[in-house]
T-cell receptor, first 111, second 115 residues
Framework: QKEVEQNSGPLSVPEGAIASLNCTYSDRGSQSFFWYRQYSGKSPELIMSIYSNGDKEDGRFTAQLNKASQYVSLLIRDSQPSDSATYLCAAITNTGNQFYFGTGTSLTVIP | EPEVTQTPSHQVTQMGQEVILRCVPISNHLYFYWYRQILGQKVEFLVSFYNNEISEKSEIFDDQFSVERPDGSNFTLKIRSTKLEDSAMYFC?????????????FGPGTRLLVL
């Protein structure tokens, strides 16, 4: 069964610090990975996608992918209180039609 | 900026009743999806839809569920004979084609409560 695993947290960091979120996946055939942010009671909001091994940076966010170890991570630099949310890691199947989501990691940025 | 919309935002129904959840995907998108999220749990894939047919579905998507694109804009999820355990947030998502196929954009969700 295809699974995406995340540490549920909660993870607390002080404002301005780096938040590090991790995710592992079981389906070695997955090629594409996504990080979504979900505020309580709201829908998932896309932050970043990553397809190739290595790092991908977008503003304060950096996604890292290591296919050999089957893990994906998200770094949030200069964390802000508005970053407080649940972060969902998702992998897509080879068919490109189905996302597998992790349970999410709850992040709290303390002012 | 184009976005996925869903109606209603909240739906309360009695067990055994049928409900229809509606979605308007982003206008030039070709792939449509339904997900559900039971309170406090992960987002779970239900079904994907392309070219007027189901392309993939999960074990959750049994005979109780059906999807339809009745016209050029709406995408619906029908739940026949609702059960208590169907209470959840239901999200619609859509994606484009080619390199954009894999990036799914989510609607705001419909919160379904079955009593």
């Amino acid at each position: 069964q295809k699974e995406v695993e995340q540490n549920s947290g909660p993870l607390s960091v002080p404002e301005g610090a780096i938040a590090s979120l991790n995710c592992t996946y079981s389906d070695r055939g997955s090629q594409s990975f996504f990080w979504y942010r979900q505020y309580s009671g709201k829908s998932p909001e896309l932050i970043m996608s990553i397809y190739s091994n290595g790092d991908k940076e977008d503003g304060r966010f950096t996604a890292q992918l290591n296919k050999a170890s089957q893990y994906v991570s998200l770094l949030i630099r200069d964390s802000q209180p508005s970053d407080s949310a649940t972060y969902l890691c998702a992998a897509i199947t080879n068919t490109g039609n189905q996302f597998y989501f992790g349970t999410g990691t709850s992040l709290t940025v303390i002012p | 900026e184009p976005e996925v919309t869903q109606t209603p935002s909240h739906q309360v129904t009695q067990m055994g009743q049928e409900v229809i959840l509606r979605c308007v995907p982003i206008s030039n998108h070709l792939y449509f999806y339904w997900y559900r999220q039971i309170l406090g749990q992960k987002v779970e894939f239900l079904v994907s839809f392309y070219n007027n047919e189901i392309s993939e579905k999960s074990e959750i998507f049994d005979d109780q569920f059906s999807v339809e694109r009745p016209d050029g804009s709406n995408f619906t999820l029908k739940i026949r004979s609702t059960k208590l355990e169907d209470s959840a947030m239901y999200f619609c998502a859509s994606s484009g084609y080619g390199s954009e196929q894999e990036t799914q954009y989510f609607g705001p969700g419909t919160r379904l409560l079955v009593l």
